[in-house]
């Protein structure tokens, strides 16, 4: 201490944040021992708490005077005492109440190694015959002792990262002492206990040998009866054995606590029994055992109990979990999990997460694991458990490149000590970097860093981590097939099929042959492809066909071979490369559209380009784009590409998640709207004709329109109109039709006029007042039923709303329907519903006319409407679910009716939708082709893997659909 400045002044310029608080316990020391107290502060510099350090020292110093004075005498020792003292609260307590264990330190302490901490532990506990006496707490206070000379190896060190692998390991050779012991103290418990063989089998990073200072230590038991005892009874005996065992390791006591043991990686979990024979884990594993379970078997080891029975199970399930990677659905339900994982994490603590969040050690742990499990089943030479030996395994063996690999261990590492000085510092089992600054200055000072150089470093970690999963599984398949060098990289094409295959390609020959088209040679092109393509690949991993999306990719990378553009804007531009992926792996609907206008792709990169256009905005833009062609012919297709690319933007919005149903109907309503109007206008070139209004029926009347929907109408022309003009105009309204409908590359818009008077057989254009003529004269009550979705829709739609008021009395009758109506609107439902299916669909696939499908929905609203919009005016809407919420609101129907038959319309006009963008063609039966399902199930916002569960809730909704129709339609 110097003698020109204040006690206070001198800690604060040491760093200590209670400067005064340890000014005065100096003051205390100098009065017992005087001014030449031999201790230099400078030894305080590496301490992460000193504050905290000073203040145990001193509680040390009133424990055992004798003691603290050989302490400050050896520099040395006293640095060792002060790093353990303030690298941990916890520890600092157990010292201070145990200072003789402050003699462990006066030499620095070295690794026992799993026989050594066995022997450690034996003497502190002094087990006999296998069983101890007591409380427990001899083994507590001896798991903490342990942690103190780890604690003290870990702190000590220069360069703690590369210590990070030994104290990990050091710290599971603890846990299987604490084990063995704690199982001598149920013994103690549980009379009987020989007549049964225990195993504990450790798991999760205790199994791996890679624990941490505080964590649950997972386990599974096993147990067989030893001789003359039967199963049963061996059983329940090993349950006691267990259930004591777990109480002990978590119990609080004044020597503290161990750590929680968890069993829950057991079969079945938590609902499972505790302990089970071999046989009956066979059993399981070979039947039920999911892929997930596999997965963590990996890192089963035989802990503590019968250590030769613990062997027999990891020799029972080995076989097991190296065939899990040739399991269906393995990879995806491993990605699953870990984005589901991900998704369940607070908010508030996703960026401040070590472990769970992106980038974090788990994502290293489940990379690791996977290319484990994908290549281990015929190389034997990466079957370790441990996350550090199996990383170096495969990049020695050429399944990682070294430099990858070296990252990858260098990220780890570090997260690894990060984690372990926040355990560390309170003992506490969390995974979270504190917010508090005081907090992250005095870990990041336990580390060798300043405070702000641990947050880079740590978010530059998480970075690098993300970066490296796609390169380490995905540039080695690029350079399986294209040559390209990677230092120490060797992964045949053989492994780069296995991995493809493991990541869900169905063809992975086939994959190898696309990667190789996309990046052979020197081109500027391919070297951008081979930059892009790892993200790429695993993007179409995560889609449910990414076979067809690496395809797709294909054909749009070489459809835009010679733009500047494209593969620069991928590049630069993740968010829009993730997009394409998405869409290509989704959807053959959007593909063929983005193929034969590959432009679209640049739509991908904002939102708003993405919003779906007015119709007023449509008709403008094609009456422009028509405008500008004096060759009819070329004008016409101008039109039809303008709706394609249109349409495509619409189905883009739609896959990615922007639009719901509602919105995509009424998006190409507006859209066969202005492709009419632009049809007509056209066909005005070659034929003059009256005007021509248009009104819209069926769902493009209630702006409902499905991708596969035909655009049903009515033509009208002015009251007045001679049979020469009507005659023009038919001639009109063919061309116009034959323009937007005709076959072709581009999707054509089917204009279908069979509703209206006479159908087939009547003439195609009325005037006003012969289609009012005929509706009051000759019309049937289905046509009354059709009129409730109609709308003026395109051409003059003064002329069509004209129309559409004179039937106002016609399709809103005074008293609503007959009883005679009622019954016949009934028949002709029931009778289209047995004569429309389709022969070999199962009518409860049926999206529109199955049980609780459209047609039930739509029959049962029109025919409330039919009944009471004369006296509720609100009710006349072409629109089902304007109509159905309105008949909420007037009690016409209660809220669970209303939301049953609402849930039912959109699910089925989503999947209607889903089976056209997924398949590229329409159907209205839900399909049984699993790989379809797959697809539309993902597109409808379910996990990857979670078609049966999709195709569940739809019958449920139908189910409860038809239970309303039922109800409201058929009573």
Known sequence: ????????????????????????????????????????????ERVADRDQALEALERLWHADPQLFERIVLDEAWLLRVLLVLGGSTALAQTLTRHPEEALRLEHAPEARGADGWRAFFEDRVAPVGGVADGNGDALRLANRVALIEIACRDLAAENPVDLVHDIAAELSHVADAVLEMSLAYARAEVPGWERTRLAVLAMGKTGAQELNYISDVDVIYVAEPADGVGADEAVAIGSRLAAAQARICSAHTAEGTIWQVDAALRPEGKAGPLVRTLDSCRAYYEKWAKNWEFQAMLKA??????LRLGADFVELVSPLVWRAGERPGFLSEVRAMRARVISLLPAKQADAEIKLGEGGLRDTEFSVQLLQLVHGRADDRLRSRGTFRALQELVDDGYIGRADGAEMETAYRFQRLLEHRVQLRRLRRTHLVPDEPLAREQIARSMGLRAEQLIDTWRASTRQVRALQQRIFFSPLLDAVSKVSTEGLRLTSEAAAARLRALGFLDPRTALGHLEALTRG??????????????????????????FGLLAFRQLSEALRDTTWY?????????????????????RFVVDLLRRAPDMIRMLASNEELRPRSAEELIAAMRAASARNDDAEAAAASVRALRRSELCRVALADVLGLADVEVVGEALSDLAAATLDAGLDLARRSVDAPEVGVVALGRWGGRELSYASDADCVFIVPDGTDDQGQARATELVRLARDIVGRPGPDPALVVDTELR?????????????????????????????????????????????????????????????????????RRLKSRMEHERIPKGVPRERHLKLGPGGLSDVEWTVQLLQLRHAHAHPELRTPSTMRALACLDRLGLVDGTQAERLTQAWRRASRLRNAI????????????????DLAQISVLLGYESGAASGMVDDTRRLMRHALDVTNQLFWA
Do not use: C
């Open 1 to 44: 201490m110097s003698r020109y400045e204040s006690p206070s002044a001198e800690f604060a310029r040491r760093g200590f944040d209670s400067a005064a608080s340890a000014a005065r316990v100096w003051e205390r020391w100098e009065a017992d021992y005087g001014r030449d107290l031999p201790i230099d502060l400078r030894v305080f």
């Open 301 to 306: 080891r035989p802990a503590a109990g019968d």
């Open 522 to 547: 020197t081109s500027r092109s391919a070297e951008i492809q081979r930059q892009l393509l790892p993200a790429m690949l695993e993007w179409f991993a995560e889609g449910p066909n990414p076979d």
């Open 567 to 587: 593969l620069r804007a991928l590049r630069d531009d993740a968010n829009m490369a993730h997009r394409l992926a998405r869409i290509a792996s989704s959807s």
């Open 757 to 825: 008077p006479e159908g087939k057989g009547g003439p195609q254009v009325r005037t006003v007042s012969s289609y009012l003529a005929y509706y009051d004269r000759w019309a049937s009550t289905w046509e009354r039923q059709m009129l409730v979705r109609a709308r003026a829709g395109a051409g003059d739609l003064a002329l069509a709303d004209a129309l559409l008021d004179g039937v106002d009395g016609f399709r809103w009758p005074d008293g609503g329907l007959t009883e005679a109506q009622v019954t016949e609107i």
């Open 916 to 931: 056209m963008l997924v398949r590229g063609r329409a159907s209205d039966a839900l399909p049984s082709d699993t790989r």
